[in-house]
């Protein structure tokens, strides 16, 4: 099947905004980041890596963060965990709410007792985030007694029972591996195990099917899937590639040059997509069908981070560009129910 009706499929079948309501209430909002701007601040400049986003994360829901490298996915994860290294890093403006509380003013103390335990993190190279010196079942047991008042072996249970929830085979001779005598799928498998040590309740997965191959990546998907039925965690999913997003996502956030430029139902992201960034996207998809000797492509390249073009950040590659797009941002602006979309063709 090629790409361009696989997507097709996928937005039939995922559920349309009546669907949505149905299952995931509008006021359910487990997280709420709200003007997210985090900042890096070098010897060259300062590098607005994220620069004004918002978007919430409903109970059971997955919602899916978008968009080339660059564009501040990533950075945006690791603000809600307060993992940003500063210097140079900082979150100079937004607010982060979850559970009552605002992340972006809480102490230390206070996102260590979250992080891991309430909202946990899938990081995207399993052979780094993974220590090499330790075991595998080492490292999940003692992430899961930093949370939990249990004893070694009760630790050791519960490890053992989250790498054959994961599917993986012959768990007691993996429990005592370490990380390099894993493939890379196994890693990732023991690297989500791991995150859901503690029962989270929002599990964000940065590219997690980004070093693996197709097999594995669908095995994967299908596992991420089941935890979120299972579970009805959660699910904060990062990726650039808009296959996966049709595939397991629910809601998606389309980011450039540090900020959301679209938020809508997956089903109309793919099917109806308004912001000329998105529509580039999904007219590079490859569609066998159509007699071409030359795929479609979005012109130029991302911005630099620390000369970013003033006005609307991708009008230097847009076809559709007026002169007020090199003069002023977007709005924001709400063209249908769930479906918001930055752009000055709208509003």
Sequence with gaps: MNATHHHQRAAEQSPGPSHFAGNVEMDNV???????????????????????????????????????????????????????????????????????????????????????????????????????????????????????????????????????EMGIPSVERVMNYYPHQLSGGMKQRALIAMSLSCDPKILIADEPTTAVDVTIKAQILDTFRELKAKRQMSLLFITHDLAVVAEIGDRA???????????????????????????????????????????????????????????CAFHPRCDRAMAICSQQQPPRVAVSGEHKVSCHLYG
């Design 30 to 164: 487990v997280l709420k980041v709200n003007n997210l701007k985090t900042y890096f601040f070098t010897r060259r400049g300062v590098v607005r890596a994220v620069d004004g986003v918002s978007f919430d994360l409903k109970k059971g829901e997955c919602l899916c963060l978008d968009g080339e490298s660059g564009c501040g996915k990533t950075v945006t994860a690791l603000s809600i965990l307060g993992l940003i290294d500063s210097p140079p890093g900082r979150i100079v403006c937004g607010q982060i709410n979850y559970d009552g509380l605002d992340l972006v003013q809480c102490s230390s103390r206070q996102l260590r007792k979250i992080r891991g335990n309430d909202i946990a993190i899938v990081f995207q190279e399993a052979q780094s985030a993974l220590n090499p010196v330790l075991t595998v079942g080492d490292q999940i047991i003692e992430q899961i007694k930093l949370h939990r008042p249990l004893n070694y072996k009760e630790a050791r249970r519960r490890a053992v029972e989250l790498l054959a």
């Design 253 to 311: 956030v389309v980011m450039y040059g540090g900020k959301d430029v679209e938020t809508a139902p997956v089903s109309e992201i793919i099917s109806n997509p308004k912001h000329p960034y998105t529509a580039g996207l999904i007219a590079c998809l490859p569609d066998v069908s159509k007699a071409t000797d030359k795929l479609a492509s979005i012109p130029g390249t991302t911005p630099d981070p620390l000369e970013m073009p003033p006005g």
